[in-house]
């Protein structure tokens, strides 16, 4: 299976609380997992990614938690801001060539309320 | 640094009609993709490049056509224009030693 699946499709959270986007996949050959984030009239830009062989990945007050054997992934926001309102996209890259192709999931807009 | 860069921004086009969305990058990349947002879908890949002279078939490449025949320009061309080809479409370009794709700001692309 080629899918990734995103949820929560949309997420409020108050300021200085704590969003969390969760991503489930099937196939056991992919290896890389980056999140994007999307503001409106913009591509999708990397927020952060990680590889199978760590549990957790933080950059400042956004953590990925990898569950390899549940196979599934989730973006933290602590601390959310009103500026961190986007669209997260999570993605998984299949690990049998290098051409890079990411398989997205379906977005999660966030709204932080001030 | 210019970056990825899409034209036309918006277009509107008559079913039937052809048209193609130009995609140029200025990091010297060799991988060049071409995505197509549409609302609660995510990103879908049309195409693909891993060079000049090479392209291959994404997801959902039906509807469309690609050409590489430099490093830095990877053309999408549309033809016979369809209502389910109403979307927005990203280009997006990858050095070889990472993961990170860069992404242009979009081509918004309806259908009429």
């Known amino acids: 299976q080629q899918q990734v699946k995103q949820s929560p499709q949309s997420l409020i959270v108050q300021k200085g609380g704590i969003s969390i986007i969760n991503c489930a996949y099937e196939?056991?050959?992919?290896?890389?997992f980056p999140w994007y984030q999307q503001f409106p009239g913009k591509g999708p830009a990397l927020l952060i990614a990680?590889?199978?062989?760590?549990s957790e990945k933080k950059e400042g007050r956004f953590t990925i938690s990898f569950n390899k054997s549940a196979k599934q992934f989730s973006l933290h926001i602590m601390d959310s801001q009103p500026g961190d309102s986007a669209t997260y996209f999570c993605?998984?890259?299949?690990?049998?060539?290098?051409?890079?192709?990411?398989?997205f999931g379906q977005g999660t807009t966030l709204q932080v309320k001030p | 640094n210019a970056g990825v860069t899409q034209t036309p921004k918006f277009r509107i086009l008559k079913i039937g009609q052809s048209m193609t969305l130009q995609c140029t990058q200025d990091?010297?990349?060799?991988?060049m993709y071409w995505y197509r947002q549409d609302p609660g879908m995510g990103l879908k890949l049309i195409y693909y490049?891993?060079?000049?002279?090479?392209?291959d078939k994404g997801e959902v490449p039906n509807g469309y056509n690609v050409s590489r025949s430099t490093t830095e320009d990877f053309p999408l061309r549309l033809e016979l224009a369809a209502p389910s080809q109403t979307s927005v479409y990203f280009c997006?370009?990858?050095?070889?030693?990472?993961?990170?794709?860069?992404f242009g700001e979009g081509s918004r692309l309806t259908v009429l």
């Open positions: 990680i590889r199978p062989d760590v």
């Open positions: 997006a370009s990858r050095g070889s030693n990472t993961g990170e794709l860069f």
């Open positions: 990091m010297n990349h060799n991988y």
């Open positions: 993605a998984a890259s299949p690990g049998s060539s290098n051409t890079g192709k990411l398989i």
């Open positions: 490049s891993v060079g000049a002279g090479i392209t």
């Open positions: 196939n056991t050959a992919f290896d890389y």
